[in-house]
């Protein structure tokens, strides 16, 4: 075990150092995640995610700031390779002193099942026939943004898509209980015209590990390079770092 986790820690830090050439203008930034999941059926989960995030360090000309996220969903599976989602963030963020954001963004989605899998028998649970578990989440939003001072408001339309990839270390598979695994996500984020700075064309990758204590209960910590430009025509101007702790409870 000690030998995978060295090996998953050497990937993880691998997959991240691809961002390192985008910048020296970088920060470093504190996330956190906690989904509260209600299964009603085998068809129909509700969710409620709470995201706050942190700036902890920065360039000495980037101002501080701080937001709160958060998302209630609800998720329809169709079958056996396909999840049909909608969500509605709420967000609020501290810019600077003098400006405060809130953001509306409505989201639909579809997350696709690359690997053959076997639906649970008892709850809404996806089970790979395989060690290795991929999937794809595409989803598009429409960002509002509505501004504290008289700053004008901002609209866009985004699609980002993100593949996942998943790899049990200490059991058969990331579904069983006392599984270590290992976690990692690229996502890329196009914004249907060129706004601002605010709504910047990204690219995030993530990798890490996860911790299922049981069906109720899971964790995971992973760290996370964003990298952003202002236009689809320009160059990666900016990275930002984060580590992101998450922690999931199940009924």
Do not use: C
Not at 54 to 60: D, K, R, S
Not at 130 to 141: A, F, G, I, T
């Amino acid at each position: 075990m000690t030998d995978r986790l060295w090996i998953g820690t050497i990937s993880a830090l691998l997959l991240l150092q691809t961002a390192l050439g985008a910048s020296a203008q970088s920060n470093t930034q504190l996330w956190s995640e906690v989904r509260l999941d209600w299964i009603k059926s085998r068809d129909v989960t509700y969710s409620v995610t709470i995201e706050p995030k942190i700036l902890v360090t920065a360039p000495a000309d980037d101002p501080w700031w701080a937001t709160l996220d958060v998302t209630p969903s609800v998720e329809y599976t169709h079958g056996q390779w396909i999840d049909v989602l909608g969500e509605l963030m709420v967000g609020r963020t501290k810019q600077t002193d003098d400006l405060n954001s809130t953001e509306l963004t409505p989201r639909v989605g579809v997350r696709l099942h690359l690997l053959s899998n076997l639906e649970h028998d008892l709850v809404k649970e996806k089970v790979s026939r395989r060690r290795l578990v991929v999937r794809d989440l595409l989803r598009l939003e429409w960002r509002n943004l509505y501004y504290s001072t008289d700053k004008p408001d901002a609209s866009t339309v985004r699609l980002r898509n993100r593949i996942e990839l998943l790899y049990p270390i200490t059991r058969a598979r990331i579904t069983d209980a006392g599984a270590v695994y290992l976690s990692s996500d690229a996502e890329w984020f196009w914004p249907a015209d060129d706004p601002d700075k605010r709504f910047a064309n990204k690219q995030r990758l993530r990798a890490g590990f996860g911790y299922r204590r049981s069906r109720a209960w899971r964790f995971e910590a992973l760290v996370l390079a964003d990298r952003s430009r202002d236009a689809a025509d320009n160059g990666f101007t900016a990275v930002d770092y984060a580590l992101d702790i998450k922690v999931r409870r199940v009924w």
